[in-house]
C-alpha cells in the first residue's frame, strides 16, 4: 500500500534524496510522455525522471532492442571483445563534429565528468579547473567541486581544491542582463543596455572570466573549464550569444581544454542543434554525456580526441559495467528512435509551441518573471515582482507546481533559488500534450493569485 511503501522508504533508503510534492507520488506505470501513480491516475510527464527519458517511457523500439539483448548476452566487462560496444561507439562518434571520435562508455553523468577531469589533467599536465557558478556537473568527491551551488555541497576537504568558480553570465538574475542576450529566438522582457548589436552582458562577463585568469588561476595552468551548454539544474539558464565561444577561445589560449557538458542538453533537446554545444559554435575537446542517452538506462560517455585519448594509456582504466551490452543496446536503439521519429524536429515544433505559450501567459501575469531556453529545455522563472526580479517565496512557487500535479501535469523544477519550473519532457511529446500543459499551468497561476 502507499503508506507501507512511504514507510519502507523512511527507514531503508537514504533521506538525502527527497522525493517531489508533498505527498510523494508512487509510479507504477511508464508510457511515453505519461507516467500512472499507483491509483492509475494518468500524468504528463514534463520532467522525465530529471530530463533523462528522452524518447519515452518504455519506448517499444528500446523495450524491444533490451529483451532481444537480455536472450543473448548481459555482461562480459572490457575483458572480452562484443561488437555491441564498438558499433554502438562507432555510431555515436557519427554523431559528433570534427575530431570527437574516441569513446569511453560510463554509467552515469558524475563518472563522466570524473573521467574528463582526468583526460584535462593528464593530457595539460595542469590541474586547475575552471566551471560557472551555479553549474551543476555531479555529486561525487571529484565532481562536487566543479559542482557550484552550495544546497549540493558537502564539506568534504579538498573538494574545491584547484577548482574555480567564474561568475556565472545569467542574463536575468546576473548583474548584466539584456534583451539580446541568448541565442533563444524569444524576447524577453527586461532592460536592456545592447547598442548596435553589441551585448554589454556579454562582453562584461567575459572580462569577469579573464580578470578570473589574471588574479585566480596560477598563470599557465589551466586544465580545463567544464560548461553546460544551457545549465539544467541552475533553472535553464542560457548565456549572452558568443560567451561560451570566447570563453572557449580564452580557455584554449591559456593552455586548458574545453569540456562540454550535454548530459541534458544533448541528443537533440534543444531542437536546433544534436549538441547544445553546436548552438555556442564550438567543438569542445571533450564531450561528457549521460541521462538521457540511455532513456533511463543507467549509461554515460565521455567523447574525445585520438590525441587527447592517448594520455589514457599510462596506467590501465576500465570499469565493470561500462559498455555492457544491455546499456550499448539501449544507447543504439535511443540513436536510432531519436532519428526515426524526427525528435529534435519534434522538440524544436513542441516546444517553440510552449515557449511562445508561456511567453503570453508572461506577459499577462506579473509573477512570471522569465522564460527562457529552446527546444524542449524551457525555463519559466517565478517572481514576487517582475520588476525587481526577486524571486517568488518558495512555498507559494511549490503551492502553484502542486497545483499542476493535481490538474494531471508534473513540472520539474530547480534554480538557486527554487523558484523556476522546468520543461525538460520526453520528446514524444505532442501539441496537444503542450496545449494541455499550458492551460494547467495557467488555471494555476490564476488560482495563486485569486
Ligand atoms: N551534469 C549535468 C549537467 C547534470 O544535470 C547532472 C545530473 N543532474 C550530472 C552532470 C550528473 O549526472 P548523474 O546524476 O548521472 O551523476
Not at 530529471?50 to 523500439?61: A, R
Not at 541552475?234 to 574545453?258: H, S
Request: include cysteine; charge should be neutral.
Amino acid at each position: 500500500s502507499y503508506e507501507e511503501t512511504l514507510k519502507m522508504r523512511k527507514e531503508f533508503v537514504t533521506p538525502s534524496a527527497i522525493p517531489f510534492y508533498r505527498k510523494p507520488l508512487l509510479i507504477h506505470k511508464g508510457e511515453m510522455q505519461f507516467l500512472y501513480d499507483h491509483k492509475g491516475v494518468k500524468y504528463l510527464d514534463l520532467f522525465g525522471g530529471i530530463v533523462t527519458v528522452s524518447v519515452g517511457h518504455c519506448h517499444p523500439k528500446v523495450n524491444a532492442a533490451l529483451e532481444e539483448q537480455i536472450k543473448t548476452l548481459w555482461h562480459t566487462t572490457a575483458i572480452y571483445m562484443h561488437p555491441k560496444i564498438y558499433e554502438y561507439s562507432e555510431k555515436l562518434a557519427s554523431k559528433l563534429p570534427g575530431d570527437l571520435k574516441v569513446v569511453y562508455l560510463v554509467n552515469s553523468g558524475s563518472e563522466a565528468n570524473d573521467l574528463a577531469i582526468l583526460l584535462a589533467r593528464l593530457y595539460t599536465k595542469n590541474y586547475d579547473i575552471i566551471t560557472l557558478k551555479n553549474a551543476y556537473h555531479g555529486g561525487g568527491t571529484s565532481t562536487m567541486g566543479l559542482t557550484a551551488q552550495a544546497p549540493w555541497y558537502y564539506p568534504a576537504p579538498g573538494i574545491k581544491n584547484s577548482i574555480h568558480h567564474a561568475m556565472n553570465p545569467d542574463p536575468y538574475t546576473g548583474i548584466w542582463g539584456g534583451k539580446n542576450c541568448r541565442d533563444s529566438p524569444v524576447q524577453t522582457k527586461r532592460n536592456c543596455d545592447c547598442t548596435h548589436g553589441k551585448c554589454l552582458a556579454e562582453d562584461n562577463y567575459i572580462n569577469q572570466l579573464e580578470s578570473e585568469f589574471k588574479y585566480s588561476l596560477p598563470r599557465g595552468k589551466l586544465a580545463a573549464m567544464f560548461a553546460e551548454s544551457i545549465q539544467g539544474v541552475g533553472g535553464t539558464v542560457q548565456f549572452p550569444r558568443n560567451y561560451l565561444k570566447r570563453a572557449a577561445e580564452l580557455v584554449r589560449q591559456n593552455g586548458g581544454l574545453f569540456v562540454s557538458d550535454e548530459v541534458q542538453t544533448g541528443f537533440g533537446r534543444t531542437g536546433d542543434h544534436y549538441w547544445g554545444f553546436e548552438g555556442h559554435e564550438i567543438i569542445p575537446d571533450i564531450v561528457t554525456m549521460a541521462k538521457g542517452i540511455g532513456n533511463g538506462f543507467p549509461l554515460g560517455a565521455v567523447v574525445t580526441t585520438p590525441k587527447i585519448a592517448q594520455v589514457l594509456t599510462q596506467a590501465i582504466h576500465f570499469n565493470t559495467f561500462g559498455g555492457n551490452p544491455l546499456a550499448c543496446a539501449v544507447g543504439n536503439a535511443v540513436l536510432d528512435v531519436i532519428d526515426e521519429e524526427n525528435l529534435q524536429q519534434n522538440a524544436l515544433d513542441v516546444g517553440s509551441y510552449l515557449l511562445k505559450g508561456f511567453e503570453t501567459l508572461r506577459d499577462k501575469y506579473d509573477i512570471i518573471g522569465d522564460v527562457r531556453g529552446k527546444g524542449l529545455m524551457i525555463g519559466v522563472e517565478m517572481v514576487a515582482n517582475s520588476d525587481t526580479r526577486k524571486p517568488m517565496e518558495v512555498n507559494n512557487f511549490i503551492d502553484i507546481w502542486e497545483r499542476c500535479k493535481d490538474m494531471g501535469v508534473l513540472f520539474g523544477k530547480g534554480g538557486i533559488n527554487g523558484n523556476v519550473f522546468r520543461i525538460k519532457p520526453p520528446m514524444c511529446i505532442t501539441k496537444e500534450d503542450a496545449k494541455f500543459a499550458l492551460e494547467v499551468f495557467e488555471g494555476a497561476v490564476k488560482n495563486q493569485l485569486n
